[in-house]
C-alpha cells in the first residue's frame, strides 16, 4: 500500500510559529493579558479567528464584531511584516534533506495547515515544488483537533490514511492525526506531545533510517 506524508507548516517546516506568537503577545497586550510561552501551546494549530476567541476568554475580555475583525486583521498585517523578511535559510534545521528524500523515494507528499498564508509562506521559502497538494485555512472548516485537514489530504493524495504519516508540532495537530488514524511525527517536546506516535527535538534528530522505518514493511 502506497504510504503518503502530509507536514504541517507553522513549528515543523519554518518557525513562524514564533511569529505567531509575537504578533498574539501584542494583541493580548491590547487587553492588559500577558500571553506567555506556555500558554501559547495551546494556540498552535488553531485558527486564526479561535485564537483570538482564546485569548479574550483568558483575558476575560469581550468585544464587538468589528473590533474582534479589526483586531484578527491588525495581529495577520503584523505576523506578515515578519513573513515577508523570510528567506529559504529559514526553512528549520534537516527539513530540506529529508523532505527531499520522501520526494525523490516517490511518496505523495501534502501541506496539512490551518493557515491562511500557507501557500505565500512556501513560495516565500522556495518549497511550493516539493508538495503534491496543499490544504490550508482556506480548504478546512473544522479545526485541529479535528482530522479533517488530514483526511482532506490523504484523499488527495489518494492514500489510506492508515498509511499517511503526519508530521506535527503542536498538541491540537497530534490530536487531529491520531483521530484520522494516521502514525503521528511530534516535532517538539514529549512533554507536550507525549501522544504522538514518535516525537524528535527536530528533524536533525531523525534516526539516519526512519524513511525506512516508516515505509517498509515489517515482517514477523
Ligand atoms: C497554524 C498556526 C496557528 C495559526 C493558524 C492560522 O495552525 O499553528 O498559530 O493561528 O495556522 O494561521 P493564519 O496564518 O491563517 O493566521
Ligand atoms: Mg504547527
Given at each position: ?5 502530509i507536514f ?11 511569529f ?5 503577545k501584542?494583541?493580548?497586550a491590547i487587553?492588559g493579558f500577558?500571553l506567555?510561552?506556555?500558554l501559547?501551546?495551546q494556540?498552535k494549530?488553531?485558527?486564526?479567528i479561535?485564537?483570538?476567541?482564546k485569548?479574550?476568554?483568558?483575558a476575560?475580555?469581550s468585544i464587538?464584531?468589528e473590533?474582534f ?5 491588525d495581529?495577520n ?6 513573513v515577508q523578511?523570510?528567506t529559504k535559510?529559514d526553512i528549520?534545521?534537516g ?6 528524500k520522501v520526494?525523490e ?6 501541506l496539512?495547515?490551518?493557515?491562511k498564508n500557507a501557500?505565500?509562506?512556501?513560495a ?7 508538495f503534491?497538494?496543499i ?13 479533517e ?7 488527495q493524495l489518494n ?5 499517511c504519516i ?6 491540537a495537530?497530534v490530536?487531529?492525526?491520531n483521530a484520522a488514524?494516521m502514525?503521528s511525527?511530534g ?5 507536550n506531545?507525549?501522544h ?6 527536530d528533524f536533525?534528530?531523525f534516526?539516519d533510517d526512519?524513511l525506512?522505518q ?6 514477523n
Amino acid at each position: 500500500k502506497k504510504k503518503g506524508f502530509i507536514f504541517d507548516l507553522d513549528g515543523v517546516i519554518v518557525d513562524t510559529a514564533h511569529f505567531h506568537y509575537l504578533a498574539w503577545k501584542n494583541a493580548a497586550a491590547i487587553f492588559g493579558f500577558e500571553l506567555t510561552e506556555e500558554l501559547n501551546e495551546q494556540l498552535k494549530g488553531v485558527s486564526r479567528i479561535d485564537s483570538l476567541h482564546k485569548i479574550l476568554d483568558w483575558a476575560g475580555a469581550s468585544i464587538s464584531q468589528e473590533r474582534f475583525d479589526a483586531i484578527t486583521a491588525d495581529k495577520n498585517i503584523e505576523y506578515l511584516q515578519y513573513v515577508q523578511k523570510m528567506t529559504k535559510d529559514d526553512i528549520l534545521p534537516g527539513v530540506y534533506d529529508f523532505v527531499s528524500k520522501v520526494k525523490e523515494a516517490g511518496f505523495p507528499i501534502a501541506l496539512g495547515s490551518a493557515s491562511k498564508n500557507a501557500r505565500a509562506i512556501l513560495a516565500k521559502v522556495e518549497l511550493l515544488h516539493l508538495f503534491d497538494t496543499i490544504v490550508d485555512g482556506t480548504n478546512v472548516t473544522k479545526a485541529k483537533p479535528d482530522p479533517e485537514v488530514f483526511l482532506i489530504g490523504a484523499s488527495q493524495l489518494n492514500c489510506d490514511p492508515k498509511d499517511c504519516i503526519v508530521f506535527e508540532d503542536s498538541v491540537a495537530g497530534v490530536s487531529a492525526a491520531n483521530a484520522a488514524n494516521m502514525i503521528s511525527i511530534g516535532i517538539g517536546s514529549e512533554d507536550n506531545l507525549g501522544h504522538a506516535t514518535f516525537v524528535y527535538q527536530d528533524f536533525t534528530y531523525f534516526p539516519d533510517d526512519l524513511l525506512e522505518q516508516l515505509t517498509e514493511p515489517v515482517n514477523n
